[in-house]
């Protein structure tokens, strides 16, 4: 079964609502205890456990309940103690009071201090609490999902899950990376395109001192020059047409984090001088205002251009260069890391099947011959698409060659798909099918959704057209 | 015992234990249980004239006393929760408590014959 990735946000909150919440009820009268213990109980989702005083009530409170609807005089603590106790040892706790007295100062004064909610016992006790305690449950899942997802992506951005692989020149940018990310040194990052520039800055951010804090990243070459100086530094409101609002810039954004700035060799000159004067002076000014604001930014930038080369065609300048190169990390191509090739494969083939909920497939002999052979332009990027392609065309669990699909195969249908009409594309998708099934007409037909007349006929055309050639 | 005679009134606590008969008994011996101990810690209280102990036991005394729909006790029980506090009119406080106590115990007394619970 095919898991759309839309789902998996969905799954994680279902999974999250069967995992029971847990509710402590501290209340010295032992009809509302029952009456509270009994009503919530009657709700699977919900663990009760009940205390008759305050005592009792401690020495449980490291088990750190999701709610805990307390009673405002208990024998041995007035609730404003006890909630202390609680913001002390369980912070995260969410506390409803329940109350005989209806005493709005008295409400004023914890609401203030963080009490989700003040209910009086009365005739609508339980109706109440099932509201106070609905909002919370939501309140409750979408934290643990979000705490949830956030262990996941660390998971992900973890140095062992994000570079694989064991050659030598691998090790050498983990070691550089490691040295990088104990000190706020500027790191430039460099490599061919689809090295995986991106995922190193974002690894070297998680492993740095500005975890905690932002990382932002902006791809300079995505961004028309006009409109780069406003994105990096935030513009006032009407300080050109469309200036409707004040906005903070990128590097605001990333106070006390990480500013990654993406194909930094293709700034121009005059944003370049703008840049460094940031850089040097550690302060900017939003586009149309006067105000200087201090910023505190770790910079990582990283270029598949030669920066040298451009300083010396005077695309880049010098001085820019030299505050930005800091610790260089050089990504080699994947060519030069042909040993880490099949790990990687291996590695996106089971990302791959696991997030789409497909049945783990493997590549075979000949498969893995064939990504050895090549040379990979594309690098990382291309070999995940290769791959990522293949596990979508291969029907058994074995990858086999004819479903790696290289730029350089001549038969590829993949490729260059602009430089075909529509019929064009679909005598090759036909060929190329007939190739992979051995020119099983029938099953060609099936697997394309087609009837086996049509394959027929684009067969007789091509014939027709290698008679006449 | 008509319903018109009855000191209580029972439908909120219907309401809330969900019409479960077994847990509604439960409740109800609770009640009695918990009532007769107050009060017999009233009695000793006023004894000792602890003025702010009858105050504390009457103030959770009030939600179950709701909770049972006993009707006319209202006043008696606010004027108590805040006599304690202050000088005290004994007499007033006492003739207060005593009308508790009998509204309650003539009560308790119904609920035992409309449930069927021995002493």
């Known amino acids: 079964m095919n898991v759309c990735p839309f789902e998996t946000k969905f799954v994680i909150y279902e999974v999250m609502k069967k995992i029971p919440i847990k509710i402590f009820v501290v209340e010295d009268d ?20 009940s205390y008759e005083n305050a005592a009792s009530f401690y020495k449980d409170l490291t088990e750190q309940p999701e709610i805990i609807t307390l009673d405002y005089n208990l024998p041995d603590a007035t609730g404003e103690l006890v909630l202390d106790k609680i913001l002390q040892v369980s912070p995260q706790s969410k506390v409803i009071f329940i109350s ?20 009086i016992k009365d005739e609508d006790v339980q109706q109440r609490l099932w509201v106070s305690i609905q909002n919370l449950k939501e309140n409750i899942l979408l934290k643990k999902e979000v705490a949830s997802l956030k262990n996941e992506v660390e998971k992900k951005l973890n140095l062992q899950h ?3 692989g064991q050659s030598e020149g691998l090790k050498k940018v983990l070691d550089l990376m490691q040295k990088a990310a104990q000190v706020n040194i500027t790191t430039s990052i460099t490599g061919e395109t689809g090295t995986g520039k991106d995922l190193v800055a974002k690894s070297l951010h998680n492993l740095s001192a500005q975890k905690d804090h932002p990382f932002i990243a902006i791809n300079v070459a995505a961004i028309p020059h006009d409109l780069l100086e406003s994105e990096l530094f935030g513009h006032e409101k009407g300080a050109f047409t469309g200036a409707a609002s004040r906005r903070l810039g990128k590097m605001e954004e990333a106070q006390n984090g990480t500013l990654f700035l993406d194909e930094i060799g293709d700034m121009n000159l005059n944003m370049q001088a703008k840049l460094l004067r940031a850089l040097q002076e550690k302060e900017l000014t939003r586009v149309g205002g006067n105000e200087v604001i201090k910023i505190n930014v770790r910079i990582i930038v990283a270029t598949h251009r030669n920066l040298l080369m451009e300083v010396k065609k005077g695309k880049f300048r010098e001085d820019l260069y030299y505050r930005l190169l800091g610790l260089n990390i050089y990504l080699p191509p994947l060519r030069e890391r042909s040993s880490d090739i099949i790990l990687l ?19 075979g ?22 791959i990522e392609l293949a596990c979508v065309l291969t029907e058994k669990d074995e990858i086999e060659p004819a479903f790696i699909q290289l730029q350089e195969d001549a038969h590829s249908v993949y490729t260059g798909l602009g430089h075909y009409t529509l019929k064009e594309y679909n005598e090759k998708l036909v060929e190329h099918y007939l190739q992979v099934y051995d020119h099983d007409v029938m099953t060609v037909a099936h697997k394309l959704g087609i009837g086996k007349t049509t394959v027929y006929r684009i067969i007789q055309r091509k014939r027709k057209e290698i008679l006449s050639k | 015992m008509s319903k018109q005679n009855a000191l209580y009134d029972l439908e909120c606590l219907r309401q809330q234990t969900g019409n479960d008969e077994v847990f509604l008994h439960s409740i109800v011996v609770l009640f009695i249980k918990q009532t007769s101990e107050n009060l017999a810690k009233i009695n000793q209280d006023i004894q000792i004239k602890n003025w702010p102990g009858i105050s504390f036991i009457i103030h959770k005394m009030k939600s179950n006393i709701k909770l049972f729909g006993i009707p006319g ?4 029980i606010d004027y108590l929760e805040e006599a304690s506090s202050g000088e005290v009119d004994e007499g007033k406080v006492i003739a207060q408590l005593k009308n508790i106590e009998s509204v309650l115990n003539e009560c308790i007394e119904q609920l035992k014959q409309a449930f069927q619970i021995d002493s």
């Not at chain 1, 009503?39 to 989702?45: C, K």
């Not at chain 1, 002999?365 to 290769?386: M, Q, T």
């Not at chain 2, 006790?73 to 008696?76: D, E, F």
């Open chain 1, 30 to 49: 032992p009809i509302y205890r029952s009456l509270l213990v009994h009503f919530l109980s009657l709700n699977p989702d919900y663990q009760v456990k």
């Open chain 1, 100 to 119: 005989v007295k209806e005493d709005i100062k008295t409400a004023i004064n914890l609401f203030k201090k963080g009490v989700h909610d003040y209910i």
């Open chain 1, 162 to 164: 994000t570079l694989i």
């Open chain 1, 345 to 363: 494969a291996n590695f996106f083939i089971e990302t791959f099947c696991k997030e789409n909920g497909i049945h783990k497939k493997h590549l």
């Open chain 1, 365 to 386: 002999v000949e498969a893995k011959k064939k990504l050895l052979k090549y040379h990979f332009p594309g690098n990382i990027r291309e070999l995940k698409s290769i």
């Open chain 2, 73 to 76: 006790l209202g006043p008696a």
